[in-house]
Structures are given as C-alpha cells and as structure tokens.
C-alpha cells in the first residue's frame, strides 16, 4: 500500500498552502474509501486528515479576517453593499 502524496511531519503540514492541503485530503478520503487500509493506518490517515483541516480552517480563518479589514469603511464598519456579495445584509 503506497502512501502516495503524503505529507511528512506535522510542520511541513503547517507550512502547505490551502490548495495543497485540500489535495491531500482528497487523496486520504479515496484511500479511506478503498477499504484496504488496516485500522493501524487508517488511523494514521485520520490524523493527518485532522490537522490538515485544522490548518486549513486557520488559513481560511486568515483569508476572512483579511477581507474584512479590505471592506471595513473609515467608520469601522464593514459597507452594507459589499453584503450583498455574499446574499448577506
């Protein structure tokens, strides 16, 4: 069983990017759905599935704060017409 695409230690996790990220964890749910994998590295695959989503939340948590701080008008608020992107008021 090949662990193709694998991601090593935790701190080279940490420093993929978002699209990366999403890349390895595709290829964990394919593994995951084969149904060949032992418990042993079925749990290793959670694992590593964790803290890629984790680290993905962060960065995604990073993106939004940025574009708030871009849509933010002198007041502090964020503009009411860039609300309706989203289909938000």
């Known amino acids: 069983m090949a662990n193709r695409g694998k991601i090593g230690d935790k701190d080279k996790r940490e420093n993929i990017c978002f699209e990366?990220?999403?890349e390895r964890l595709e290829q964990i749910v394919s593994q995951l759905d084969q149904n060949n994998v032992s418990l042993e590295q079925a749990l290793a695959y959670f694992q590593e599935g964790i803290e890629l989503v984790r680290h993905s939340n962060s960065l995604l948590n990073s993106a939004e704060a940025k574009v708030k701080v871009?849509?933010?008008?002198s007041c502090g608020a964020v503009a009411a017409e860039q609300s309706t992107v989203t289909g938000e008021l």
């Open 20 to 22: 990366k990220a999403v």
């Open 70 to 73: 871009l849509l933010e008008d």
